[in-house]
Structure formats: C-alpha cells, structure tokens
DNA sequence: ACCGTTTATGCAACTAGTTGCACAAGGTGG
DNA sequence: CCACCTTGTGCAACTAGTTGCATAAACGGT
C-alpha cells in the first residue's frame, strides 16, 4: 500500500493536479514508484474521500478543468505513520533472471540480443541519474532535506551501476557458450 | 506473466507436485521470483488445462493425495518462445526508497530502526547465497547448464552486497543527521 | 479408539496494478 | 467554422498476487 503514499509525499513537495503528478512520476519519484494517470486519479479520489487531502479551492471543478490537490493535517499525519511504521522487505521478481534460468534448460536462443538491449536501457538510466547527480546536488550541500534526497539517488545509481556491470559479465560469458541450443534437448 | 513459466522451468528441472514446488519456490526459485502455494496450485490447473503440462499417470488423483507433474511438448514450446522473446524491464517499486524521500518531509522518526533491520535481513540472505555459491559452484566447472545458473546466483549475491553497502551508507548519515523531527514542520 | 499434528490440495474473496477507452475544453490550421 | 490535436480527467474491465480459510489423508502418541 505505497502508492497513497507515495502521491502523498509529491503533494507536500509541491500541490498538484493530477496530470501535474502524473508527470512527476514519470520524472524522480517513478524512479522507484512508478503509476499511471489512472492510479494516480483514482488514488487521488479515495484520498480525498478520507479527508488526507483536499481540492485547492481557487480552482473550479469540471471535466477538463485542472484541480489541484493540498494535502491536510490527517494526511500529514498518515504519512509520518506510515514513514515510521515497520515494514518487511518484499522479494523481488525478476523475469529476466528467471528468463537465464529457463534458458539454462530450453535453451538461449535470443536472449543475448534481450540482454544487451537491457544493457543499453540500464547505461541510458545510469547516465540520466549521473546528471541529476551533477545538477542537484553539487559538492558541499549537507541540508537534511538533500542528503535523504541524495541517498535515495545514489541508491538508483547503485543499482543502475550493478546491472550494467552485470549484464556486461552476463554477455561476457554468453559470447563463451557454445550456441544457442537447448541443454537438454527434449 | 511470469509465473507460469517459472513452473515450467522448475517442472522441466525435476517433475513435482505442488507442495512440492512450493518448497523450491521457497529455495531457489522463489530467490527472484516467488510464490505462494495458491498460486501454484491455481497454475498448475490453468497450465493443465491449456495442455502444457500433465499430470503423471502413476499416481491416483485424490484429495490429500500427491499429484505430480510432468511438462508436456507444447509445455516446453511455449517456454522456449516466451525465454527468447523481448521483455520490457519493469521499473521498480521499493517502499523502503519511498519512506526515505517521505521523511525528507515529514521527518526520519523511526526509521532508522527498520534501515538497520533491513541491513540484517540482508546480509543473511547474502551470506545464504554465499554458501551456496561454495557448495555448489566451487571452481572449475563451467558446464553451459552451471555458467548460466552461477551468473544468476552472481546477480543476487551482488544485489544484496549494494543492499547492504547502501544501508551502511544510510545508516552512518543518519548518524550525522539532526534528530528524526520534520524537516518542514506542519 | 481418539486427538492433534503434518502433509497435501484447493476455493473464494480481496487488493493492487494495468489496459483500453471515453469525454470535455481549448487551441490551431485549412 | 470546423476538423483535428493536445491537455486534462475519469470509468470499467482485466490481470496478477495475497490472505484467509476449508478439506482430507496419514501418522504418532496416549
């Protein structure tokens, strides 16, 4: 139950419609929760029906029209709740692990090709965090606000970093394998 | 739409039935893609039913029973074609990423505890992968079957090295940090 | 003989996320 | 002036995964 949350902490940066957090999402926070427009009116709805957010008033509501979201002192609340609370880690689910393993079966016909198009999309990722790195957070800030923020990033950086690094082995390897067919032939 | 095909691959690695493969899921499998014994068994019933996989002759179907199965041709078909076929990589979705972006404005209050729970949480999962690696693949071999599940073994024994080098890192600038009040108060 | 635990299979209801489409207002070009 | 594109909001249906519970056989103790 993130996504609620997730909006929550967009709209205490800086009040919002929803296609103006759509495309916030699609910017820094979808960079570890991503959503589409619909989940995000949807949520925006049921937030607002529980009283953790309220419409700004200046604006008026019709279809077609922007309505912007502030978020109230129950959703404040809610937010610093859910911050504090405990949660255990999920696992992940990787289908392109899953795709190696299968394939140490059936078979890695056409799977490098798959890899180093992932390699590509990971370099692309890396180079685009590597920038915001650059821009936001030049050398010598140290605001609380920023190092969380920091952090956060250099966690996207880490993991970005990690798979590239690792297809690269991953392909490294394939280039030695003999060719393409199955291991244990049906 | 992954789960069917781990099923296959586990059913083609050995033929099981479904408590069966609920333990390997627990083990290896479920390392990068896990599931429960419902959704199994759900699967195992719809891969039936599309003529993927079958039940094994030998044994009579009952409640309580064991019911093993066995991938059939068109099983190992379909898993190749979707082993071959490109895939998107999902972005990721990591609650503990969120909380850390959400207490940037509502404040680090409790936190830290988790971080450091976390923290512990992986390095077992990384010292578990790290036995395995030297049980079962100490060096020198380097079948086509072993090299691919090694490097994926290598994936998650490097995901959890930056799991808990980022929470080390996490962790020591919490220290620095002020204390866990809000960065912009209400 | 009975009771409780383990092994094994399964249904039903729920939650979260995705996909496809619809609708309205306002601007732009032919 | 109207057809079309963009911006913005939203519903409905679907897919995937989770949670809670039900059922049944086998086994081990008392």
Do not use: C, N
């Not at 609620?4 to 800086?14: D, G, N, Q, S, W």
């Not at 009116?41 to 309220?54: C, M, N, P, S």
């Not at 970005?160 to 032939?185: I, K, V, Y």
């Amino acid at each position: 139950m993130s996504l609620p949350h997730a909006i929550l902490t967009a709209l205490l940066e800086k009040p919002s419609s929803g296609l103006e957090l759509t495309r916030r999402f699609d910017r820094s926070i979808g960079y570890f929760w991503s959503a589409t427009h619909q989940q995000i009116y949807r949520e925006l709805g049921k937030l607002e029906a529980d009283g953790l957010i309220r419409a700004l008033p200046s604006e008026q509501p019709a279809r077609g029209q922007k309505k912007s979201y502030e978020v109230l002192p129950a959703g404040r609340a809610e937010l610093a709740r859910w911050t504090a609370a405990s949660q255990d880690p999920k696992p992940h689910r990787d289908p392109l692990l899953l795709r190696l393993r299968a394939a140490a079966v059936v078979g890695t016909a056409g799977l490098e090709a798959d890899l180093r198009r992932h390699l590509e999309l990971h370099e692309r990722q890396l180079a685009e965090y590597q920038e915001i790195e650059q821009r936001d957070f030049p050398p010598g800030r140290d605001g609380t606000e920023d190092r969380l923020r920091h952090l956060v990033l250099r966690a996207g950086i880490d993991l970005e970093t990690f798979w590239t690094q690792w297809l690269r082995r991953a392909l490294a390897d394939f280039a030695e394998l003999p060719a393409g067919e199955p291991t244990r032939p049906a």
